[in-house]
């Protein structure tokens, strides 16, 4: 079958990845070898457009629709998985019938499924996958299956381009480029012609400010608004009138003000009970209180800030997979003496991801309450000044990504880490940890694959001893200008295979290069 694809590379990895569908089975291979033979019989010259369309032939119908949603976007541009998957669910190409199947899936993991499933048959090229579970983050088209993606949209009416010069037609996705300059203009032929639109998604602002009219909240039947880019003008509020999007799955609304720090947003998003994917701006002005408490169906929240939301809300968002905190975290009337007597704060089985971002300092004991309720995460961000980290029990076991930034550890935060079962990325940035020394026992995070020190300021000594780290393949250590040297344990690690030092002083990347005593 190699020689049918005349030595193109891609046309190899293509066959390759249809292939990897079929086994073991030697007659389902025999199928498609006579399956590529009878492709190729009228044009031996189009050897390439043969093994594209083979394996487009080849997909299921559920996943056929998937790839051709991937043609309107643009050439070479890194698609993120997340905000796909969404769309994907938004536009109804992962049927309600898929999301209530046997196993109990809902849309979202059913429409990873299919991306999976793409990629391994290489009609999608993956660019960066989770650190901690390895899932799609972000992939690319290559340029010819793009083209014949694109071309097989158009074929089958899946998608159209419009312009100035071409009248809009019926396809199931408009994609418009270039039909007006300006952005009155774009509303105002949005509201006369787009009625069932389900998605509006901006990628980048006008030029000049821009202000969301009224009438969006005319657009009842959108699934999906993403806002994300555009540059708001001084008087920088969102329209009341967001509340009429009852049908609301995905609603991203960072979004940035030309002269403005903060946004206004109404507090309508409580209606929006369908939605699954919330993105609040990174600044809310202070006017802004919400209660989201309604908001049930929630699976992301970024940027819930303290300051705006109510930390009461959040336990009955029982669905809530990805969580991000902004502001002072303080839990009212909390029980600073019987931790175990105070409610839980968040009550869902799914949240697998949560991060902290505060420029203020917060009480450890609040946030040792607040992990105790994430028993099942696997991903934990720390951007906030807490002194002393809570005691190993408090921390999941399933915990396999952590990163500390700006925490100011008084204390070796290792001897705690080391007790985390399935870390496997540790990232401690910008002084994380500001004492002088820092011990890695024998003992120490057995599964630790990717190691990162950047900005510890006070650090002058690490040790590491025989038998630490016994998994370790990367090392990145950046800006520590008080550590004097590498670790003599490190030499007991065989699995090392990328050590990257920046940014730190000459007498300390003598020792590591060639000839130096660390090398």
Known sequence: MVKHCAGLPLAISILGGLLATKYPSLTEWLKISANVKSYMKNDKGEVLRDVLALSYDDLPPYSRPCFLYLSHFPEDYEILA??????????????????????????????????????ERCMIQVRKRDIA??????FQMHDLMRDFCLSKAKQQKFLYIADREQPLREPRIWFLPSIVTKWRGIWK??????????????????????????????????????????????????PSSLGNLRCLQTLDLRIESEWSDSIHVPNVLWRMQQLRHLYLPEECDRKTKLKLGTLRNLQTLVNFNTKNCYVKDLI????????????PFNIEDFNTKELDKNPPIIQSKYLHSVSIINEEEIDPRHLAHLLLSCENISK?????KIRRLPEYHYLSSNLAYIKLRRCKLEEDPMPTLEKVPCLRILQLHEEAFIGKEMFCSGQAVAKLKSLSLKELNFLEEWKVSEGAMPCLRRL?????????????????????????????????KDKVEEGGEDF
């Open 82 to 119: 997340d905000r796909l998957i969404q769309l994907w669910v938004a536009e109804g190409i992962v049927s309600s019938k898929q999301e209530e199947g046997d196993e109990g899936q809902i849309a979202e993991d059913v429409a990873e499924g299919y991306l999976l499933e793409l990629a």
């Open 133 to 138: 579970t390895l899932k799609i983050r972000s």
């Open 189 to 238: 032929y949005m509201f006369n012609n787009f009625n069932f639109l389900r998605v509006l998604d901006f990628e980048r602002g006008g030029e000049g400010g821009f202000k969301l009219p009224n009438d969006i909240g005319k657009l009842i039947h959108l699934r999906f608004l993403r806002l994300r880019g555009l540059e708001f003008f001084l008087s920088s509020k969102l």
């Open 316 to 327: 009955n968002m029982t669905n809530i997979r990805e969580l991000e905190i902004r502001g």
């Open 380 to 384: 934990l961000s720390l951007d906030v």
């Open 476 to 508: 990145e250590i950046e800006n520590c200008r008080q550590l004097k040297k590498l670790p003599d344990g490190l030499r007991f690690i065989a699995t090392l295979k990328e050590l990257k030092i920046e940014k730190m002083p000459k007498t300390f």
